[in-house]
């Protein structure tokens, strides 16, 4: 618990005694990850005083500090949130093992028999800031995809996150899984974020998990691979074949629902033969969105404010969107293409050959049609959960849960094969 | 054609143009990728005298410069290789498309109907050394997957790729492709590597295609991903339960049949309770190979060499091969994982208990059954060639092909679904 360990040579011997452990949970049946999980799941409950406890002096060493409400909220655990967190792990528990699943096969010619069978990646590695939630969510989906993780999570929720790593594992090593499962790092100092992002070959994936400077210090910094997004400029294209009550429903609902999730649109884009596009601004605006348009736009509807040329590449994360008017689903994929992020993009429209050619063209992780860009999620696409959102184009994209925390061998049975 | 060009912005505007294309083609219908790759081979036969030449020039510059025999033969061309080199961009324009494909689907309760469909990554990097062949084949296997390609072959080859290059573009061109899908470095500025290495955002992946020192430079320089192996440190366990003319049979052909390639067996591990340790031993020294064992296996045959620690640890690529007599299959296991490089391992057994332990336990990117190493082969494996085998732990292990060149993306068709 001291912060004058070295930290390179503080992560080099986590990420070994992670290894080990990782090779020892990969190779147990699956019930007993399953088990696992479940025991941890109990053991978060068993220790709720102990975390509450623990999280109160998070809390008010947070409130000294000047940490603002949100910040504060982030980090505030109560019976529910606890009752929550267990529940998220023992729902981790009763997913379906992604572990020694056969991708394919198939039989070659001199009769070998190949196939591809999921793998766990190994150590695995988040890099996390003030909600303490994510140790055991993290952690839990990492275990059951058989890896090994390295909890690194915000000074801040320091004790929170101590107590419940100590309930977790607690609940591990009661099923019988080495204790170096996951592992959180014991030292609040920074440095060991830089350890972590240099260990290639010792950590083999980074997930960062919160806001915006930490996402680009991770990207900027690793030498490690990484699954992450930094920003979700995402749009909703409304055709002029869009049914306007549904368009309506899903631009605000988009915009809206929740205005600091990385799924929100932040950009409204209107076909100029989109004969509502007047009543579509004005159902945003009245639902309490701050509207930035663009010349046509501010036609339309001229009690908006102007847009300049940064509010197209802005995420805004808040009760404001910007909106376009653009000439078809050309020029709305042209759009995209410029400003969008790789995220999450939407059509509405009733022509379904315009929405195929916006599913084919536009290149992002998720491509809605008739559907809002609220959905991106790993929840909502029935993954269980999600370790993240990814918007890289190798390994995983989108919302990233189980699957992606594996990797894969192939295997060949023969009968004495050998090549010409 | 200079050299005083500034590498980065050279990489960075080769880069926009190359996705500029790759939109482009990644949007065309599946036979005019196919059709493409068909007008290349024709293409690249009917260049056959100028490539011919261009390839004089750099034979003789080769010379010159004192280039090693077996380089000078990498770097010859004739009439077989060009046939050759056309005959194979033929053929993968013949085989199944990856793009569009659809990976999985599912229903949500809400009736939004997901799947994740097969694009293409992007903008492909390869990096290659005296083959000029690898000039239309990794052209080949990228556009097939309807990625754009930036192309930087050695400059012991330059002639003969810039040759290679303008008859696969020239096939391209009159097939509709746009000539930037496939761009060739015009520099043999080694400061051009460097820059690739550095283009994250610009360049999605990169493939080093070469040797052992390419290979590290890439892997410790790329600030993009890079998907390669650095060592085949390949095993043969030979269990206790194996039939001895099979064990010996692929022993021989892991090791001899060409050893200068990855998937060449470059350690013997015997079980202590294999009968016919000593006769195996024999053969392999009778067939040509130098034997380096530890102490037990010298017991065995007095004759062989005597392997230090370093043999363990050591990727021969020649005709020499380190033995040792290990305790079953688990301490093969061990052994495997001290001293592996997560490329092929194989396991000679009639005890199907005991080969699907070794299968389960081994932590490689091919586990083989009663095979030989040097079925590690895209070819071999059906993926109808290779870009390269990856040893890394994301996106693609063992044998990449078309699919390894691919990504998805998550489409989600709704019918004006909103979350609550």
Not at 224 to 248: C, E, F, K, R, T
Not at 303 to 311: L, P
Not at 381 to 389: Q, R, V
């Amino acid at each position: 618990m001291t912060d004058t360990i070295d930290p390179l040579a503080l992560i080099a011997d986590m990420g070994r005694r992670a290894r080990a452990a990782g090779a020892i949970v990969a190779g147990l049946p699956s019930d007993a990850r399953r088990a696992a999980l479940a025991a941890a799941a109990d053991a978060l409950r068993a220790a709720a005083p102990a975390i509450l406890a623990a999280n109160a002096r998070d809390m008010a060493h947070g409130r000294e500090i000047g940490l603002s409400g949100a910040m504060l909220d982030r980090l505030m655990l109560d019976d529910t949130r606890i009752e929550g967190m267990a529940a998220g792990v023992a729902a981790i528990a009763d997913l379906p093992d992604p572990i020694g699943t056969v991708i394919d096969r198939s039989a070659r010619p001199n009769g070998l028999q190949l196939s591809r069978i999921r793998v766990p990646i190994g150590v695995i590695g988040i890099i996390y800031e003030s909600r303490p939630n994510v140790t055991a969510d993290a952690a839990a989906l990492c275990v059951k995809a058989g890896n090994a993780v390295i909890l690194r999570g915000g000074s801040e929720a320091q004790h929170s996150n101590r107590a419940i790593h100590a309930a977790l594992v607690a609940g591990f090593v009661e099923a019988g899984l080495p204790a170096d499962i996951a592992l959180l790092v014991p030292t609040t100092d920074r440095a060991a974020v830089g350890a972590m992002l240099a260990a290639d070959g010792v950590i083999d994936l980074v997930v960062p998990r919160g806001g915006k400077s930490l996402v680009a210090r991770v990207q900027a910094e690793a030498r490690v691979p990484v699954l992450a997004h930094l920003d979700g400029i995402n749009h909703v294209y409304v055709d002029g074949s869009a049914a306007p009550a549904m368009a309506a429903a899903i631009a605000v609902n988009a915009k809206l629902r929740r205005t600091g999730v990385c799924g929100a649109m932040e950009t409204l884009l209107i076909d100029r033969a989109y004969p509502q596009a007047s009543a579509l601004i004005t159902a945003l605006a009245e639902a309490g969105c701050e509207v930035r348009g663009d010349a046509a736009a501010r036609v339309l509807d001229p009690s908006i404010a102007a847009a300049d040329n940064a509010d197209w590449d802005t995420e805004y994360l808040d009760a404001i969107a910007s909106v376009a008017i653009v000439d078809g689903v050309e020029a709305a994929i042209a759009h995209i293409a410029a400003h969008g992020s790789h995220h999450t993009d939407a059509i509405i429209a009733e022509d379904e050959r315009i929405a195929e050619r916006f599913i084919a063209a536009v290149d992002s992780a998720i491509v809605l049609w008739n559907a809002s860009t609220q959905f991106a999620d790993g929840g909502e696409f029935g993954l269980g959960g999600e370790i993240g959102i990814a918007t890289g184009r190798l390994h995983a994209r989108g919302p990233v849960a189980l699957e992606g925390l594996t990797t894969y061998k192939w295997v060949g049975r023969g009968t004495g094969q050998v090549r010409p």
